[in-house]
């Protein structure tokens, strides 16, 4: 070990190895993202950096030259991760090319950031879900993941542990293969300290995946900083799908980066957690409140257009899908319907049939990126009806539009009318 890396903080002892890392033995293009960790690690006033097993990187969405600059500066000085990396959603749709609307001056610096970040060595994922892919972090490894409803689903879904990294300090920690000791790594700092009592809300209501993604909205904005732990919940009512929903808008209205389900989620079933020091109701009508909150257009509008699969659609929500267009007509022409999913996902759905299933109905699916971060809706769609509590938080933003918010029965039934179907049943 060496006493070396002073930073802003306590001093962060390096190994011979880290210390080889930073003053250049390894490269500069090493020694410059190790500057970036122990940077960081001064800022969370870490003693000591870790190793990762593997990096999911976000910053291979286009925002500008900067981000462009930067991954091209490591390329130059020859780095290359160190650890299984995948990568984020991106500005485009290699498999359909032309169905994304971004300028030439846009598209060209896109497609570069993209190529950059091949060519640093992760591997061409394209996906925020990728926990969806074949090789998922285990209970209890450290990782470096970036993308908020990621972050979320890999420390309480999988019990991965990983702080929240943002653009620039993903690829770093891919690079070197070590984060801070600090955070959300620490066994301490993943302790429940809220309990939020779940048990009025009916089966129902956490039937389908819209409710947990309206729940999520309630503990996002309720649980602050705090770690939560929900009760009073059948764990037989759960399934990656619905945690998912939950942990993606939860991570939009909050900073929500982990959080426990009693009986269910892997470290509350370890440690048995029942109650947290804190204690408060989630009541139905909060639900409600924030399904009403995500729904900016009136329920009387035309509906032009339907967005499915923010974060990334699984197999099991194409499953879902099929078996709701089964025996229904084909989607109204006046109302299009776009799928955003992975490449990897999208394979084995042709292959289970569903992918040509759906899109014999009218779906459009979209690979590489999503339908909120990227111009991919036309001039005319500007209604649109979504289960994702994430897609309906951000795109009034992103992209002008007005939102339904509803659940996926709620979807399928508008986009087959080519108006707004409500099930309020579904809510009650």
Not at 85 to 106: A, F, Q
Request: glycine letters at 10%.
């Amino acid at each position: 070990m060496s006493p070396e890396a002073s930073t802003a903080g306590r001093s962060c002892i390096l190994t011979d190895e880290e210390t080889a890392m930073l003053d250049g033995r390894r490269g500069p293009g090493t020694a410059m993202a190790m500057r970036m960790v122990v940077a960081l690690a001064g800022v969370l006033d870490a003693d000591r950096l870790i190793p990762v097993h593997n990096a999911h990187i976000d910053s291979c969405l286009y925002h500008g030259q900067a981000g462009l600059d930067f991954a091209q500066k490591l390329v130059v000085l020859g780095a290359r991760v160190s650890v299984p990396t995948t990568l984020n959603v991106s500005s485009l749709d290699l498999m359909h090319p032309g169905l994304v609307r971004l300028p030439p001056e846009e598209a060209v610096p896109a497609r570069a950031l993209m190529d950059a970040y091949r060519a640093l060595g992760a591997r061409a994922t394209w996906t925020c879900a990728p926990y969806q892919t074949l090789e998922r972090p285990a209970l209890g490894e450290d990782i470096a993941w970036a993308e908020s409803n990621a972050i979320v689903f890999a420390n309480s879904v999988l019990g991965a542990r990983t702080e929240r990294y943002g653009d620039f300090i993903d690829i770093c920690a891919a690079i070197t293969g070590r984060v801070p000791h600090a955070g959300l790594h620490l066994s301490e700092r993943r302790v429940p300290t809220l309990e939020l009592d779940c048990s009025e809300l009916s089966p129902q209501l956490l039937g389908h995946e819209a409710g947990w993604a309206a729940l999520g909205g309630v503990v996002g904005r309720i649980a602050g900083s705090r770690v939560p732990l929900l009760t009073g919940i059948d764990p037989a009512l759960i399934d990656e799908d619905k945690l998912k929903a939950f942990g993606a808008t939860a991570a939009s209205s909050g900073g929500l980066a982990l959080f426990h389900v009693a009986g269910s989620t892997p470290e509350a079933r370890a440690a048995r957690w029942k109650s947290a020091p804190e204690r408060a109701f989630i009541t139905p009508a909060m639900v409600r409140e924030i399904r009403d909150e995500l729904t900016t257009a009136g329920v009387a509008d035309r509906l032009d257009t339907v967005a499915l699969g923010t974060p990334h659609f699984s197999l099991s929500e194409f499953g879902k899908l099929g078996a709701l267009v089964g025996d229904q007509p084909t989607f109204a022409k006046s109302c299009t319907v776009w799928i955003s999913t992975s490449r990897e996902v999208l394979g084995q759905a042709q292959e289970a049939g569903l992918a040509p299933l759906v899109e014999a109905r009218g779906a459009r699916i979209v690979v590489d990126t999503c339908t909120y971060v990227t111009p991919i809706l036309g001039p005319e769609e500007r209604s649109v009806m979504t289960p994702s509590g994430k897609w309906a938080w951000y795109a009034p933003m992103n992209l002008g539009v007005q939102v339904i918010f509803g659940t996926l029965e709620e979807c399928v039934a508008s986009a087959v009318a080519g108006k707004v179907v409500r099930h309020d049943w579904q809510w009650e």
